[in-house]
Nanobody, 117 residues
Framework: QVQLVESGGGLVQVGGSLRLSCTAS????????FGWYRQAPGKQRELVAV???????NYVDSVKGRFTISRDNAENTLFLQMNSLKSEDTAVYYC???????????WGQGTQVTVSS
């Protein structure tokens, strides 16, 4: 089992910035992928950004150039720096940790990000 604890959500104005954090504990795996997903009201959960332990990155097109995902492998912590926020970024953001070696994945409880105009 892996436990994920997220922090950093909140209310921000359009154009502002927020930084999300997620710390994994428990049976973390050496071959893994860490990522952020989001779910807006009435919409499906979508991938925002992911990063492998080796540093390979992937972003959804709508956040490229505005969001930066990073991780501290030693601390099993994931970050998402969100700049130039838009109202359409409003959603609950979920941390996801996936064992690539076993195919299992785990989810955080979610943190609300609200961007007001």
């Amino acid at each position: 089992q892996v436990q994920l604890v997220e922090s950093g959500g909140g209310l921000v104005q359009v154009g502002g910035s927020l930084r999300l954090s997620c710390t994994a504990s428990g049976r973390t795996d050496s071959i893994n992928r860490f990522g952020w997903y989001r779910q807006a009201p009435g919409k499906q959960r979508e991938l925002v950004a992911v990063i492998t332990r080796g540093g390979m990155l992937n972003y959804v097109d709508s956040v490229k150039g505005r969001f930066t995902i990073s991780r501290d492998n030693a601390e099993n912590t994931l970050f998402l720096q969100m700049n130039s926020l838009k109202s359409e970024d409003t959603a609950v953001y979920y941390c996801n940790y996936k064992w690539l070696s076993g195919g299992l994945d785990y989810w955080g409880q979610g943190t609300q990000v609200t961007v007001s105009s």
